[in-house]
């Protein structure tokens, strides 16, 4: 029996990593054009872009897509505000607290949204945090819930761009130069983890757009979340649309993170010449 | 009185002593540095300084004031790391004003004196750079403008060339020195290269294990040190085991051949004495007041400059001897025996 040649053996090796990725490829773009497709087809034997078009004269779609909006703003906002600062005096002061702190900021993906938003319920429905009773109490509370819920996404994207700078020894020379803690935090540290936090922040804002379960619980059908599963339980070609538009506002914002992210490997790049 | 005073300074982490019994005292305009092995407390000390540590007992006085638990930022004192720890999001001269935009100076007077700042680094085309496009020895430049704008009281320097290669280290150790000079300013530097420190300072503290083994000028730590840690530690030496020591007469014998010396030292002799002498004490062939020694070269080492020869001289004892490298030098092969000599006052016991 003829042993094949390694020119043969290559060949088939390019032939099997070829086969891997057109299966790949298949798998996560065939639902994709079957769902566009779908969409498509609110006229029957024409191709049309009427779903598309219901959707966007549908005011509660931007009733609810602002709404979400602006809850994602101030989760970002928030989450930044509160781990920025956190990830930062771990670093320089209590290092060995490190693998504490994230193990805390994993929990949201172990805690299931469900128990959490029952437990947020049951704590501020009553004295003395009564937030449930009025709109503005009940969006403070979401907002709460969706920064515990894009902590694991936050920290991790922080204390990675801490890890990237010297964060010592630019405090240190920041304070050798006169500078007090506020110059320090926002003079130095926050514009140097620009492009994590922005990573964060995007994170956050994809996580919350889409999310239903706290958001169906404290607000009911004013999010965007609770609304998409509406459309999908009650109108068909809609629904799928919606899961396009939603599927292209995450690459979107996964797409801008990628683009900042570029910016600064091409800026490390520079100086290491 | 000094400008700056450091009284009976400690420093503990834990069960560790990391600086111990530490006593200086420096005059306004002086460049001290201190050099020892790492962990042997320098940069402690310098952070003690600065303000980043907080000494466990001791005070330290800058200009006649106790600022021993004075916050770092309000010490006006200068850093300079040998990270370089510029900001990254700032340009060569918003990293130089940084400190004087935190002072509240004026927009114009920040600008006058970063101008001032990059001329003195000659980095004047540099000014919108920023640090990830410049190199290390061009950065650390901008590192000490930074440190200098401020018109900082002291000037300190952790280890500033350490993470430049050899030739930049030359030329900014140069640089250092002359910027200095111009400013007059107070420095400390820290450093465990030998040659830096002897040929920047105006005095050297060589430390190790958190204390302080010698404080002279760079001639005197080098010709006389007073201990055997600063002797092998400062520069090249040959320690060698002897025996007939006769204390009154000034001898004794190395390898069983006869040896005469002059000093030992300011400090106790061991109980096991050991006669020092520097390789480049040495030279081939004898000499009137020459201690004479006759052996057999081992190795020969082509270290540029210099040509270093190991000679057994028997009983297992080797010797090195450092010969300046010129073309007229008539070099011993390996095996050759050879008589090598020192003047009697070039050696002393330890």
Same mark, same amino acid.
């Given at each position: 029996?003829?042993?094949? =040649?390694?020119?043969?053996?290559?060949?088939?090796?390019?032939?099997?990593?070829?086969?891997?990725?057109?299966?790949?490829?298949?798998?996560?773009?065939?639902?994709?054009?079957?769902?566009?497709?779908?969409?498509?087809?609110?006229?029957?034997?024409?191709?049309?872009?009427?779903?598309?078009?219901?959707?966007?004269?549908?005011?509660?779609?931007?009733?609810?897509?602002?709404?979400?909006?602006?809850?994602?703003?101030?989760?970002?906002?928030?989450?930044?505000?509160?781990?920025?600062?956190?990830?930062?005096?771990?670093?320089?002061?209590?290092?060995?607290?490190?693998?504490?702190?994230?193990?805390?900021?994993?929990?949201?993906?172990?805690?299931?949204?469900?128990?959490?938003?029952?437990?947020?319920?049951?704590?501020?429905?009553?004295?003395?945090?009564?937030?449930?009773?009025?709109?503005?109490?009940?969006?403070?509370?979401?907002?709460?819930?969706?920064?515990?819920?894009?902590?694991?996404?936050?920290?991790?994207?922080?204390?990675?761009?801490?890890?990237?700078?010297?964060?010592?020894?630019?405090?240190?020379?920041?304070?050798?130069?006169?500078?007090?803690? /506020?110059?320090?935090?926002?003079?130095?540290?926050?514009?140097?983890?620009?492009?994590?936090?922005?990573? /964060?922040?995007?994170?956050?804002?994809?996580?919350?757009?889409?999310?239903?379960?706290?958001?169906?619980?404290?607000?009911?059908?004013?999010?965007? /979340?609770?609304?998409?599963?509406?459309?999908?339980?009650?109108?068909?070609?809609?629904?799928?649309?919606?899961?396009?538009?939603?599927?292209?506002?995450?690459?979107?914002?996964?797409?801008?993170?990628?683009?900042?992210?570029?910016?600064?490997?091409?800026?490390?790049?520079?100086?290491?010449? | 009185?000094?400008?700056?005073?450091?009284?009976?300074?400690?420093?503990?982490?834990?069960?560790?002593?990391?600086?111990?019994?530490?006593?200086?005292?420096?005059?306004?305009?002086?460049?001290?540095?201190?050099?020892?092995?790492?962990?042997?407390?320098?940069?402690?000390?310098?952070?003690?300084?600065? /303000?980043?540590?907080?000494?466990?007992?001791?005070?330290?006085?800058?200009?006649?004031?106790?600022?021993?638990?004075?916050?770092?930022?309000?010490?006006?004192?200068?850093?300079?790391?040998?990270?370089?720890?510029?900001?990254?999001?700032?340009?060569?001269?918003?990293?130089?004003?940084?400190?004087?935009?935190?002072?509240?100076?004026?927009?114009?007077?920040?600008?006058?004196?970063?101008?001032?700042?990059?001329?003195?680094?000659?980095?004047?085309?540099?000014?919108?750079?920023?640090?990830?496009?410049?190199?290390?020895?061009?950065?650390?430049?901008?590192?000490?403008?930074?440190?200098?704008?401020?018109?900082?009281?002291?000037?300190?320097?952790?280890?500033?060339?350490?993470?430049?290669?050899?030739?930049?280290?030359?030329?900014?150790?140069?640089?250092?020195?002359?910027?200095?000079?111009?400013?007059?300013?107070? =420095?400390?530097?820290?450093?465990?290269?030998?040659?830096?420190?002897?040929?920047?300072?105006?005095?050297?503290?060589?430390?190790?294990?958190?204390?302080?083994?010698?404080?002279?000028?760079?001639?005197?730590?080098?010709?006389?040190?007073?201990?055997?840690?600063?002797?092998?530690?400062?520069?090249?030496?040959?320690?060698?085991?002897?025996?007939?020591?006769?204390?009154?007469?000034?001898?004794?014998?190395?390898?069983?051949?006869?040896?005469?010396?002059?000093?030992?030292?300011?400090?106790?002799?061991?109980?096991?004495?050991?006669?020092?002498?520097?390789?480049?004490?040495?030279?081939?062939?004898?000499?009137?007041?020459?201690?004479?020694?006759?052996?057999?070269?081992?190795?020969?080492?082509?270290?540029?400059?210099?040509?270093?020869?190991?000679?057994?001289?028997?009983?297992?004892?080797?010797?090195?001897?450092?010969?300046?490298?010129?073309?007229?030098?008539?070099?011993?092969?390996?095996?050759?025996?050879?008589?090598?000599?020192?003047?009697?006052?070039?050696?002393?016991?330890?």
């Amino acid at each position: 029996m003829n042993t094949p =040649t390694p020119r043969a053996k290559r060949h088939a090796q390019t032939l099997w990593s070829w086969f891997w990725i057109l299966a790949g490829v298949l798998y996560f773009v065939v639902p994709l054009i079957a769902t566009f497709d779908f969409s498509l087809r609110a006229k029957k034997d024409v191709l049309t872009f009427l779903a598309y078009e219901r959707i966007f004269t549908d005011a509660a779609f931007w009733r609810t897509f602002s709404f979400s909006l602006q809850m994602a703003f101030f989760a970002i906002v928030v989450s930044i505000l509160l781990v920025v600062p956190t990830a930062y005096w771990i670093r320089l002061k209590l290092p060995r607290l490190r693998p504490m702190v994230e193990f805390v900021s994993m929990l949201p993906f172990v805690v299931p949204a469900i128990v959490l938003v029952f437990g947020l319920i049951r704590v501020f429905s009553g004295p003395p945090f009564r937030l449930t009773n009025t709109f503005a109490g009940t969006n403070v509370l979401l907002v709460a819930g969706y920064v515990v819920l894009a902590l694991p996404y936050t920290y991790r994207a922080v204390d990675t761009g801490l890890g990237a700078i010297d964060v010592r020894t630019l405090t240190e020379a920041a304070q050798s130069l006169g500078a007090g803690w /506020g110059t320090i935090m926002f003079k130095i540290i926050f514009p140097n983890l620009r492009v994590a936090i922005l990573s /964060g922040a995007f994170l956050t804002l994809a996580t919350v757009i889409g999310e239903y379960t706290l958001a169906t619980f404290i607000v009911g059908n004013k999010a965007f /979340g609770p609304y998409m599963s509406l459309i999908g339980q009650n109108r068909t070609y809609e629904s799928s649309s919606l899961a396009i538009i939603s599927f292209l506002l995450t690459w979107a914002f996964m797409g801008l993170i990628q683009i900042f992210n570029r910016g600064r490997a091409e800026g490390h790049l520079a100086g290491a010449r | 009185m000094s400008f700056l005073t450091l009284v009976d300074i400690s420093k503990t982490f834990g069960a560790t002593v990391a600086v111990a019994d530490f006593n200086l005292d420096i005059e306004k305009g002086e460049f001290v540095s201190f050099l020892g092995p790492s962990g042997c407390g320098k940069t402690t000390t310098l952070r003690m300084i600065a /303000g980043f540590e907080l000494p466990t007992t001791g005070n330290i006085t800058l200009d006649g004031a106790d600022i021993t638990f004075q916050p770092s930022n309000q010490r006006n004192v200068g850093m300079v790391f040998q990270a370089y720890a510029l900001f990254p999001n700032m340009t060569v001269a918003q990293n130089i004003g940084f400190g004087l935009q935190v002072r509240k100076t004026p927009p114009a007077e920040v600008r006058r004196r970063v101008d001032e700042m990059l001329t003195l680094i000659h980095l004047e085309e540099f000014a919108s750079r920023y640090p990830y496009q410049m190199s290390g020895g061009q950065q650390q430049r901008v590192a000490l403008a930074r440190a200098l704008a401020i018109q900082p009281r002291v000037l300190l320097l952790d280890e500033p060339l350490s993470a430049l290669d050899a030739k930049i280290r030359v030329e900014l150790r140069l640089e250092i020195r002359r910027i200095q000079q111009t400013l007059g300013i107070t =420095t400390v530097y820290v450093t465990h290269d030998q040659e830096e420190a002897l040929s920047l300072s105006d005095r050297v503290v060589v430390m190790s294990r958190g204390r302080m083994e010698q404080v002279g000028t760079p001639y005197e730590i080098y010709n006389y040190p007073t201990t055997e840690f600063v002797a092998s530690f400062v520069g090249q030496l040959n320690l060698l085991p002897i025996a007939n020591l006769d204390r009154d007469a000034r001898s004794c014998t190395l390898a069983g051949q006869p040896i005469r010396f002059e000093h030992s030292g300011d400090r106790p002799i061991s109980d096991t004495p050991r006669l020092a002498i520097r390789p480049e004490e040495f030279w081939l062939g004898d000499g009137q007041e020459r201690n004479l020694l006759r052996g057999r070269v081992e190795t020969l080492i082509f270290l540029g400059a210099i040509i270093r020869v190991r000679v057994d001289i028997g009983d297992g004892v080797l010797i090195s001897a450092d010969l300046f490298n010129a073309r007229s030098l008539n070099l011993p092969r390996v095996g050759d025996e050879v008589l090598v000599s020192f003047p009697v006052h070039a050696c002393w016991l330890i």
